[in-house]
């Protein structure tokens, strides 16, 4: 009930193009989900984040989608950077409480020139 | 500003070694958590805790140890090391306001129990 699945394991898309990166969760208790970033030898850092009452949040090239009804929401990357190269994280929690985070596995994202 | 710091940032441990993985955060936060992540596994939870003198296990907790005796530091205790808490460890801190909960990373710390 408390898990969070991600998919693809692994990416890599081409300068320029459009990553999507999904996930699909089981606890309709959550109600905040962010997506993390994370380089290399770093720690992960909060990228974007949507409440359950909005289908979707878009800030600068990134965009999350939120589909209530199926459980299931998506990061999209417009115009990839090679910058962009990084571990993306899905995640789900309930605001307040103990405020756990149950993290998705992670998706590599490899942007090519 | 600081943040989220953890100390050491490396360490090679020899099997049955002991250690203690220091976590202090500056932003006055209430909540604080200790995660391992393993290649390909995500960030799995080993102890969290909701204020000074209150911790809890979380998915993984099984060789580890935490305290909490200030609001800033909650530092992560490995008895008897074994290979398979070869890892990077992740402490981070959240607060409950703004109804959003954003949890604030460190850089990490790397060991190798061998």
């Known amino acids: 009930q408390q898990q969070v699945k991600q998919s693809p394991q692994s990416l890599i898309v081409q300068k320029g193009g459009i990553s999507i990166i999904n996930c699909a969760y089981e606890n309709t208790a959550f109600d905040y989900f962010p997506w993390y970033q994370q380089f290399p030898g770093k720690g992960p850092a909060l990228l974007i984040a949507?409440?359950?009452?909005?289908s979707e949040k878009k800030e600068g090239r990134f965009t999350i989608s939120f589909n209530k009804s199926a459980k299931q929401f998506s990061l999209h990357i417009m115009d990839s950077q090679p910058g962009d190269s990084a571990t993306y994280f899905c995640?789900?929690?309930?605001?307040?409480?103990?405020?756990?985070?149950?993290f998705g596995t992670g998706t590599k994202l490899q942007v090519i020139p | 500003n600081a943040g989220v710091t953890q100390t050491p940032k490396f360490r090679i441990l020899k099997i049955g070694q002991s250690m203690t993985l220091q976590c202090t955060q500056d932003?006055?936060?209430?909540?604080m958590y200790w995660y391992r992540q393993d290649p390909g596994m995500g960030l799995k939870l080993i102890y969290y805790?909701?204020?000074?003198?209150?911790?809890d296990k979380g998915e993984v907790p099984n060789g580890y140890n935490v305290s909490r005796s200030t609001t800033e530091d909650f530092p992560l205790r490995l008895e008897l090391a074994a290979p398979s808490q070869t890892s990077v460890y992740f402490c981070a801190s959240s607060s409950a306001s703004g109804g959003k909960n954003i949890q604030y990373f460190g850089a990490g710390t790397r060991l190798s129990v061998l």
């Open positions: 932003m006055n936060h209430n909540y």
């Open positions: 949507i409440r359950p009452d909005v």
């Open positions: 995640a789900a929690s309930i605001v307040g409480g103990y405020q756990k985070v149950t």
């Open positions: 805790s909701v204020g000074a003198g209150i911790t």
